[in-house]
């Protein structure tokens, strides 16, 4: 099986930690996995965006055009990339920050408040893990506990005071 995924918003809202752990966990439960990054100029505060691949089989290229989901961090990545979703894919909005609905039959568009629940649970910054327990929780793409250590694990020891956050997201957004 493969899923190609797209991750956009703008910098700072943690698109590509978001891709790397994707794209980590499929590595380190023996899949073939791509990760391709890009910026905009400005970085912080300018366009982000990532395309990862996830697969049983062999990847022949990095490039993602249709993506199987796509995770929309703010409203110019929902309305540059709605549209080249896969029929049959899902779009995972985040709907604090996106009042916009697709009108895509042919889609699943899953929408959470990301950006408020990280900001009611003293959890500002940690919009784009709460999304991440929520992909978990509608695609079974990994094992939720797998899931957990190893986002855990890529925590650098000098960091380690962000583990009970990085958790406490996860189990908001896969709660939710």
């Not at 794209?23 to 395309?51: H, I, Q, W």
């Not at 029929?87 to 709907?95: E, H, K, L, P, Y």
């Not at 793409?141 to 694990?153: C, G, H, K, P, R």
């Amino acid at each position: 099986m493969t899923t190609t995924m797209i991750f956009a918003g703008s910098g700072g809202q943690g698109i590509q930690f978001s891709g790397k752990q994707m794209a980590k966990t499929g590595m380190y439960m023996d899949k073939n996995v791509t990760f391709l990054p890009s910026y905009g100029p400005e970085m912080r505060g300018g366009t982000s965006n990532c395309t990862v691949i996830v697969s049983d089989e062999e990847i022949g290229s990095p490039s993602v055009s249709n993506p199987d989901l796509l995770i929309a961090m703010n409203l110019p990545s929902f309305d540059k990339f709605e549209p080249a979703v896969k029929a049959g894919g899902t779009i995972f909005c985040d709907s604090t920050l996106i009042d916009k609905k697709s009108a895509r039959e042919d889609i699943k568009a899953v929408y959470i408040p990301a950006t408020g629940l990280a900001n009611e649970n003293g959890l500002a910054g940690f919009a784009n893990v709460i999304i991440l327990g929520k992909i978990l929780k509608e695609t079974c793409i990994f094992d939720y506990e797998a899931f957990t250590n190893f986002l855990v694990s890529s925590i650098p020891a000098t960091k380690a005071a962000l583990i009970e956050k990085n958790k406490k997201a996860l189990e908001l957004g896969y709660n939710y």
